[in-house]
């Protein structure tokens, strides 16, 4: 017993050359307030894939994951009270509301708990945030297509819910990168609702009314593949469309590629931030001076990384990445 | 026996389950034996105990409101938003919310209209107000109503001592004053009270009113906890509202209520969710766990019910 002891604070001596050990004592909580679907539940099983072994390593003395029953502000503030009372030491947080939940992260902050938001971010200036930037991920993609197509042309764009804030965020990216780029103008607009099915039908609708010479398809992810296929019933060749690292897009694409040389990128968030998340969350308990704000690094798959990025990708899921610790620090120095 | 009349069994059994749940509570995670501890534990009930209670004055007349949380989370949106810059304005806003809750009380009685069709109807007209008036989640809550409800008491948390209070303005209210006998009278026996010559639109209206009137606390001390609103921040109240007006020993029809009951039903709600928590129950089960407490605790009171009717009948 004694022997393993030893054996263990060896090995996490051994496994970690910075001050890592001053933060086995300490407790780590993931408080989410949605798993209904697919990058939802990735998100939850890189954060038991990565956490797992950290608490084993004795990096953390726990790293235990929350969801709320129903996805409401209401409840997530009540077990954000929650985890106060439990005494955790960090809470990482993927919020139901930006703002709504500022009065309870209030109070963790007094009960002198770290928090870390990151996805669904909240405002409570005491929160650290890791926010995606969602205006330059829609800029990516026109950067991309100024060199896949230099001579430009008609743009399609699929957008993500209305009324939500990351659909406004993408596709002002979206137009900002257009509007420095006259070579391209977008001819149409549709709302795929990030889902297969509902851009399939949208595309389809509005694509009689299109000219005929689309050259390319900006996206928000989970829409590539519905417009390939509206695109295909309407017996329109294909335009170069972005896709947003689902696993049917990335598969489609390698059908494309084999069989006639089809060019594109694919640009999401991957779940998998939920790590970076945890190790962020370590290195502030670890005394590391973290700025307030930092920002996720997009995932993005290229035409030379499809097939490793497929193969890893499980059917009907969203490719994913886990982050380790050297990536945080490399997040947290980026944002100094 | 003789004290236990039928109000009092009607009171017991909630009780005793809130009572049971504390232990179980303070057994699992000690911390929150403390002043801070028990703060945590019940602040967000004081929101859900005034939604409960406008529900239950609803549910006194043999209506049901199935607006309850849209129109809290519409009033969150008022209060962060022109509460805050405008008072004035925001107070009018809200006065006038009250005064639409009345008119709804006139429409359903005399064009006699099922409550629950006229109250789905309105709950979409408050979320889209709540919707035009903050299209994205914002806004600041007004400094006095942050300051009232993260005020620390002496001794007992502000949380226990709202809680308290509005128990016992709604037992005046309901219980022990002659509006109270009137309206639990129209729903006991609408015709007779109107044969005693009181006018029954007018005590719907009056009841929907204060229904409003309640609402609009919580929809307040909402944003007083959560310092900022979301056009969906309570949507969650209506169903809530409803199970704590059943859980505290109110019944959808006769008038047959309690207010003491009904914050005990929504405190007991409450702590429900942290004692599940507390189990580190997967949240898959949750809702299904919390489904059962509901259900035993009905249970409990049914049998008791019926000793109660069986005792009588000797």
Redesign the interface.
């Known amino acids: 017993m004694k022997k393993a002891l030893v054996l263990s604070t060896l090995a996490v001596l051994l496994a970690s050359s910075t001050a890592l050990a001053d933060t086995s004592g300490k407790r780590i909580a993931l408080s989410n307030n949605y798993?209904g679907n697919s990058w939802r539940q990735a998100m939850l099983e890189s954060w038991a894939k990565v956490t797992g072994p950290a608490a084993e390593q004795g990096i953390v003395a726990a790293a235990?994951a929350?969801?709320?029953?129903?996805n409401?502000?209401?409840?997530q503030?009540?077990?954000i009270?929650?985890l106060?009372?439990?005494?955790y030491d960090a809470i990482v947080l993927n919020a139901a509301?930006?703002?709504?939940?500022?009065?309870?992260v209030?109070?963790a902050c007094d009960?002198g708990i770290v928090v870390v938001s990151f996805d669904g971010i909240v405002?409570?200036p005491c929160a650290y945030r890791i926010a995606v930037d969602f205006a330059a991920m829609g800029k990516a993609e026109v950067d991309y297509l100024k060199e896949a197509l230099p001579e430009g042309g008609k743009l399609l764009e699929i957008r993500g819910l209305a009324?939500v804030?990351v659909d406004d965020e993408i596709s002002k990216g979206i137009h900002e990168g257009v509007a420095e780029n006259p070579q391209f103008e977008i001819v149409g607009s549709v709302h795929g609702d990030w889902a297969q099915d509902v851009a399939q039908k949208a595309v389809a609708g509005i694509l009689p009314s299109l000219p005929s010479d689309i050259v390319g398809v900006v996206t928000q992810g989970g829409d590539g593949y519905g417009a390939a296929q509206a695109f295909a019933a309407a017996g329109r060749p294909t335009p170069l469309i972005i896709m947003g690292n689902r696993q049917d897009e990335l598969a489609w694409w390698k059908e494309q590629k084999d069989a006639s040389g089809y060019k594109t990128m694919s640009v999401s968030i991957a779940p998998g931030v939920s790590t970076l998340a945890f190790w962020v969350a370590q290195q502030i308990l670890d005394g590391q001076k973290v700025p307030q704000d930092l920002v996720v690094p997009f995932l993005r798959i290229d035409q030379d990384n499809l097939e490793a990025s497929l193969e890893s990708t499980p059917a009907g899921g969203v490719a994913n990445v886990e982050y380790s610790l050297e990536d945080a620090k490399k997040v947290i120095a980026e944002a100094m | 026996m003789k004290w236990l009349t039928a109000e009092r069994l009607r009171l017991l059994v909630p009780a005793l389950s809130l009572v049971v749940l504390l232990a179980a509570v303070f057994y699992l995670?000690p911390?929150?034996m403390s002043y801070?501890?028990l703060n945590?534990?019940f602040?967000?009930a004081v929101p859900i105990a005034l939604a409960t209670i406008a529900q239950m004055l609803i549910m006194t007349v043999n209506d049901l409101d199935l607006s309850m949380g849209t129109f809290v989370s519409f009033v969150a949106c008022v209060t962060a938003t022109f509460l805050q810059t405008d008072p004035l304005t925001g107070a009018l806003i809200l006065v006038g919310c009250i005064a639409v809750y009345a008119g709804l009380g006139v429409i359903i009685h005399l064009r006699n209209l099922p409550s629950i069709v006229v109250t789905l109807g309105m709950s979409f007209v408050w979320s889209g107000l709540a919707?035009l008036l903050l299209?994205?989640?914002?806004?600041v809550a007004p400094d006095w109503i942050r300051w009232l409800?993260t005020s620390k008491p002496p001794l007992v948390p502000m949380a226990i001592v709202a809680s308290v209070l509005i128990a016992v303005i709604a037992h005046f209210l309901v219980m022990r004053s002659a509006f109270g006998v009137v309206i639990r009278g129209v729903g006991g026996n609408e015709r007779s009270v109107a044969r005693a010559g009181w006018s029954v639109v007018r005590a719907r209206a009056a009841t929907y009113a204060l229904a409003g009137f309640f609402a609009v606390l919580s929809g307040i001390c909402?944003v007083?906890?959560?310092?900022?609103?979301?056009a969906?921040?309570?949507?969650?109240?209506t169903l809530l509202s409803i199970a704590g007006v059943i859980l505290g020993g109110g019944e959808f029809v006769g008038g047959r209520v309690s207010p003491i009951g009904a914050v005990i039903g929504a405190l007991t709600l409450?702590l429900a969710?942290?004692f599940l928590?507390?189990l580190?129950i997967p949240?898959?089960w949750?809702?299904g766990a919390?489904g059962a407490i509901l259900i035993i605790v009905l249970a409990l009171r049914l049998i008791l019910n019926r000793r109660e009717s069986v005792e009588k009948a000797k």
């Open positions: 798993a235990d929350f969801t709320t029953a129903e409401q502000a209401t409840e503030a009540a077990q009270q929650n106060i009372l439990q005494g509301s930006p703002t709504a939940l500022n009065g309870a209030k109070e009960a405002t409570e009324g804030f | 995670q911390r929150t801070t501890g945590l534990l602040n967000l919707v299209p994205a989640p914002g806004g409800m909402l007083g906890l959560t310092t900022s609103a979301d969906n921040i309570a949507l969650r109240y409450t969710a942290s928590s507390f580190k949240p898959d949750q809702i919390q």
